[in-house]
């Protein structure tokens, strides 16, 4: 374990995290006659450092939009350059220091360009070019991990346009020490088959063999929301309101993502495969399970598909939500202990990261007050036990 001394017991881990990718990840890793088609940072016209991708430099989002995490100014406002924003968000020796300040274990760690922009790729890159992105930011997220890859769990990309190719991708991955797949389940909203289809059967058998969870993070799942993938930081001051407002409801849109995993019949297919919904939230998760339950056997679908458990049941064997600002969890704790994992989301501007223009406490401080009433036993399960047996940290 990298030098540093954490926080007394119990050691937590951190379900969600973002890497915050620097310019040259693209370029450096793909030959040079695709540097001007790869992502890539440009100055704009404002003067502002701005990703973009394709010959057409089709605009992503500023270079520090998800990096906020301790600036000095409520949004909108966000760090004029990298060299302002948390080194921690794009160091890996800063990253294990910062770690170690919150008294945190181990984090896992989910991409931006790739997670927010992937459709965006595909679309300007074209399909193979599209793979070696995802290829070449895997491999630099290998790299990056590599300075105390027990600490640092990386979750691969994979080029979901292409299912054997990212069987493929996940098995190279699984051999280099990555812990789970960036994933979605919402595949109809961009003209693809369910997950129950056939189509997705390379990808799931692959990562229930690899002991891969597929991880579905709220910004991957709005692959199909254009708006939200061509401006992910776009916090105007003229519409905060309804910034604001877009962004708490994000947080439980993976309500139909569990829905769709309870009810579709894949965890028969694929018993050992484990969902984690991302920066979601939990305390919707025992309303929707006793709802499925309740309208599956009041329309008689415990009689007509007798061979299927109750959404309730896959819900507790398979399926994982992630918390961080909430305070009142104590009864989806109670209910669900082995299926809750704590989060920070740093360094996003929502993230439990303390700063002048934050509201939010260390993380140890936060559990300390929101968890405090829980059994040992219980905490110990949310902040550490079940990340544990998800991502496999010894």
Same mark, same amino acid.
């Given at each position: %374990?990298?030098?540093?001394?954490?926080?007394?017991?119990?050691?937590?881990?951190?379900?969600d995290?973002?890497?915050?990718?620097?310019?040259?990840?693209?370029?450096?890793?793909l030959?040079?006659?695709?540097?001007?088609?790869?992502?890539?940072?440009? $100055?704009?016209?404002?003067?502002? !450092?701005?990703?973009?991708?394709?010959?057409?430099?089709?605009?992503?989002h500023?270079?520090?939009?998800?990096?906020?995490?301790?600036?000095?100014?409520?949004?909108?406002? $966000?760090?004029?350059?990298?060299e302002?924003c948390?080194?921690a968000?794009?160091?890996?020796?800063?990253?294990?220091?910062?770690?170690?300040?919150?008294g945190?274990?181990?984090?896992?760690?989910?991409?931006?360009?790739?997670?927010?922009?992937?459709?965006?790729?595909l679309?300007?890159?074209g399909?193979?070019?599209?793979?070696?992105?995802?290829?070449?930011?895997n491999?630099?997220?290998?790299?990056?991990c590599?300075?105390d890859?027990?600490?640092?769990?990386?979750?691969?990309?994979?080029?979901?346009?292409?299912?054997? #190719?990212?069987?493929?991708?996940i098995?190279?991955?699984?051999?280099?020490?990555?812990?789970?797949?960036?994933?979605?389940?919402? =595949?109809e909203?961009i003209?693809?088959?369910?997950?129950?289809?056939s189509? =997705?059967?390379?990808?799931?058998?692959t990562?229930?063999?690899?002991?891969?969870?597929?991880?579905?993070?709220?910004?991957?799942g709005?692959?199909?929301?254009?708006?939200?993938?061509?401006?992910?930081?776009?916090?105007?001051?003229d519409?905060?309101?309804?910034t %604001?407002? #877009?962004?708490?409801l994000?947080?439980?849109?993976?309500?139909?993502?569990?829905?769709?995993?309870?009810?579709?019949?894949?965890?028969? !297919?694929?018993?050992?495969?484990?969902?984690?919904?991302?920066?979601?939230?939990?305390?919707?998760?025992?309303?929707?399970?006793?709802?499925?339950? =309740?309208?599956? !056997?009041?329309?008689?679908?415990?009689?007509?598909?007798?061979?299927?458990?109750?959404?309730?049941?896959?819900? $507790?064997? !398979?399926i994982?939500g992630?918390? =961080?600002?909430?305070?009142?969890?104590?009864?989806?704790?109670?209910?669900?202990?082995?299926?809750? %994992?704590?989060?920070?989301?740093?360094?996003?501007?929502?993230?439990?990261?303390?700063?002048?223009a934050?509201?939010?406490?260390?993380?140890?401080?936060?559990?300390?007050e929101?968890?405090?009433g829980?059994?040992?036993?219980?905490?110990?399960?949310?902040?550490?036990?079940?990340?544990?047996?998800?991502?496999?940290?010894?």
């Amino acid at each position: %374990m990298a030098s540093g001394t954490l926080t007394p017991e119990p050691a937590i881990i951190d379900t969600d995290s973002h890497l915050l990718e620097l310019g040259d990840v693209w370029t450096d890793r793909l030959p040079k006659r695709v540097h001007e088609q790869v992502p890539r940072i440009e $100055r704009d016209s404002s003067g502002s !450092q701005m990703w973009v991708v394709g010959s057409s430099a089709r605009r992503l989002h500023p270079d520090t939009s998800f990096g906020p995490a301790g600036w000095h100014e409520w949004p909108p406002a $966000r760090p004029d350059s990298i060299e302002l924003c948390d080194p921690a968000a794009y160091s890996a020796s800063d990253r294990l220091r910062r770690m170690d300040e919150y008294g945190i274990k181990a984090q896992v760690l989910y991409p931006n360009i790739v997670g927010f922009h992937s459709r965006v790729l595909l679309e300007e890159l074209g399909p193979e070019l599209a793979t070696q992105c995802t290829r070449a930011y895997n491999d630099f997220l290998t790299e990056w991990c590599s300075a105390d890859p027990d600490r640092l769990l990386a979750i691969s990309a994979i080029p979901w346009w292409d299912p054997a #190719e990212s069987a493929a991708e996940i098995e190279r991955c699984a051999q280099a020490g990555h812990r789970g797949i960036l994933f979605s389940v919402d =595949w109809e909203r961009i003209g693809l088959p369910p997950i129950t289809d056939s189509h =997705w059967s390379p990808v799931l058998a692959t990562a229930q063999a690899a002991n891969m969870s597929l991880n579905l993070h709220i910004g991957f799942g709005n692959q199909g929301q254009e708006e939200l993938a061509q401006n992910a930081a776009a916090f105007k001051p003229d519409s905060l309101v309804e910034t %604001m407002r #877009e962004v708490s409801l994000g947080f439980i849109s993976s309500t139909r993502h569990v829905a769709n995993i309870a009810t579709s019949g894949v965890c028969d !297919q694929y018993p050992e495969l484990n969902f984690v919904i991302v920066e979601s939230g939990v305390g919707w998760m025992p309303f929707l399970m006793e709802a499925l339950d =309740w309208t599956w !056997q009041m329309s008689g679908l415990h009689l007509k598909r007798p061979e299927r458990e109750l959404p309730s049941f896959y819900i $507790r064997r !398979q399926i994982y939500g992630t918390f =961080w600002f909430e305070s009142h969890i104590e009864t989806v704790a109670e209910l669900l202990p082995d299926n809750l %994992m704590f989060e920070t989301d740093f360094p996003h501007g929502v993230s439990l990261t303390p700063g002048p223009a934050s509201i939010a406490k260390k993380p140890r401080d936060h559990v300390a007050e929101s968890l405090g009433g829980l059994p040992a036993d219980v905490t110990r399960k949310l902040l550490h036990d079940n990340a544990a047996r998800i991502y496999r940290v010894r």
